[in-house]
């Protein structure tokens, strides 16, 4: 039986919403940063991705840091929510200021106002996103309850990161009489930096300020005691070092790669392979409307009826496979031409259902990852959400660029040409492109999946470790131990 009281609506679905800041972050900067910089602003892209991959290093390095402190941190307020609190102000201005830059700035002086501005947001969304994340295993400790409860966090998530990028596209973005192409409107950048900064503000408050009424039922860090260098990262090692732990960190980095090799080669497979309009892509992108409200319903029912880790294998199976069917039925010609409106609601129809069972099977391995905690705290006696959760944020991170670097890889293999236009690239290179694409994504996610196979924690396992700690909370407390 659980030892913390549900949480209400209310509460769950503040904690759901904190999603939208890390979402609208995480889009700005996927999609529109390096072109708003480099495109529109002028400068160099490769001086643009330096700076943006050393704000990325910074933050990564900061992920495990910032996580143990959290774990750690003593106030009234309790171990998370002060961390929250001080990071909505600072991080919303910075990311105003992102993408609203003084006019007259040198190259060089363009070049330090992003790095320290992209520096400053990424390390505030940091103290933010860690804490925030890891209160998730904290607000309860039901096996069933947890799974809803990320769900609501990935589904706010990716819907407040797509909302913002369809209105920027579709009413900031726009042409004028003086710009002809949307894209170069700067201030339509500046309004949609006012806009998100905004939701990223009032997602955090909500967030912090909703789940505030829960710091009663919060666990306190362990007593104070003298600290160095090596032993906090002794005990961040000790924490991390679990077979679950490392089944999900190895499925967490496949995964990312898979993502963002998937995400690199969008523009080449829907442009070049699909040969869709912009209209098109427009409307495959709008449907993560319906499968993100169609996650929340698989991934709790999958992880009642089958447990979290054999429905996120299960699931996962399904979703990897379906994805790349397209492309191999294509290579044997046995899909619709290009043009033919059968292959776009053939896609359309794929895309919904297969992103609906990713985000379940990401919502699966989030609530997997909560279930760690109770077994780490068997193990060192500490409670370590903040150090789980920060190494899957640190590994997303480190892991960014993989997905892009084996996109250009395909590329040079496809011997794809640069610059060209849909219709003008060789059949040849567009057949191979696909040929290579599926096989390869294939694989990564097969590699994710059985990686999952490793990982021990079922359900019985942790109402166990649950009724472990009850007996020795109740112990310690006979005893008047801390």
């Not at 992003?114 to 994340?133: D, G, K, N």
């Not at 919060?218 to 260098?229: D, I, M, N």
């Not at 991934?299 to 009826?305: D, R």
């Not at 919502?363 to 077994?375: G, K, R």
Request: charged content about 15%; overall charge neutral.
């Amino acid at each position: 039986m659980s030892a913390v009281p549900k949480p209400g609506l209310l509460t769950r679905l503040a904690y759901g919403f904190g999603g939208v800041a890390f979402g609208a972050k995480d889009n700005a900067f996927a999609y529109f940063l390096l072109l708003f910089y480099s495109q529109v602003l002028g400068l160099n892209a490769q001086l643009v991705a330096l700076a943006l991959g050393i704000a990325l290093v910074i933050d990564a390095i900061l992920d495990p840091i910032v996580g143990y402190w959290s774990d750690n941190f003593s106030s009234k307020l309790g171990r998370r929510h002060p961390m929250m609190y001080a990071a909505a102000i600072p991080v919303t201005i910075a990311f105003y200021f992102v993408w609203n830059p003084p006019a007259g700035l040198t190259d060089g002086q363009l070049w330090l106002y992003l790095l320290a501005l992209t520096v400053t947001v990424r390390v505030c969304i940091t103290f933010y996103e860690i804490p925030s994340y890891a209160l998730g295993a904290e607000l309860t400790d039901d096996y069933d309850a947890r799974t809803s409860l990320m769900g609501l966090r990935s589904f706010f998530t990716w819907i407040g990161g797509v909302t913002l990028a369809v209105i920027a596209l579709r009413y900031f973005l726009v042409p004028t009489p003086e710009v002809p192409n949307g894209y170069f409107n700067i201030p339509g950048y500046g309004t949609y930096g006012l806009l998100a900064a905004g939701m990223i503000f009032l997602s955090i408050l909500v967030c912090t300020a909703g789940t505030h009424n829960r710091i009663k039922y919060l666990r306190q860090p362990p007593p104070q005691r003298k600290q160095t260098v090596r032993s906090i990262f002794g005990e961040i090692f000790e924490s991390l070092a679990d077979r679950s732990f490392m089944a999900l960190f190895l499925a967490t980095l496949f995964g990312f790669v898979a993502g963002g090799l998937s995400a690199a080669l969008n523009h080449y497979l829907n442009g070049f392979f699909w040969e869709f309009t912009t209209e098109q892509v427009s409307v495959l992108t709008l449907s993560i409307y319906l499968s993100a409200p169609m996650s929340l319903i698989i991934a709790p029912l999958a992880g009642k009826l089958w447990g979290k880790r054999n429905a996120a294998i299960g699931l996962g199976a399904i979703a990897f496979t379906v994805a790349p069917a397209p492309y191999f039925l294509r290579l044997a010609g046995l899909m619709p031409p290009n043009g033919d409106p059968a292959l776009f609601n053939i896609m359309l129809f794929i895309i919904i259902f297969d992103v609906a069972l990713i985000i379940a099977v990401q919502i699966l391995t989030a609530s997997m990852v909560a279930d760690l905690v109770e077994q780490s705290e068997l193990k060192t006696g500490r409670r370590s959400e903040g150090i789980f959760f920060a190494s899957i944020t640190f590994i997303r991170k480190v892991t960014a660029a993989m997905g892009v670097f084996i996109a250009s890889m395909v590329l040079e293999l496809a011997k794809f040409p640069e610059g060209a236009q849909p219709g003008s690239v060789p059949d040849e290179a567009v057949r191979t492109l696909g040929a290579i694409y599926a096989p390869v994504m294939l694989g990564v996610w097969t590699l994710m999946i059985t990686s999952l196979f490793f990982y021990r924690i079922s359900r019985q396992q942790h109402v166990e470790n649950l009724r472990l700690l009850a007996e020795r909370r109740e112990a310690a407390a006979a005893s008047g131990a801390p």
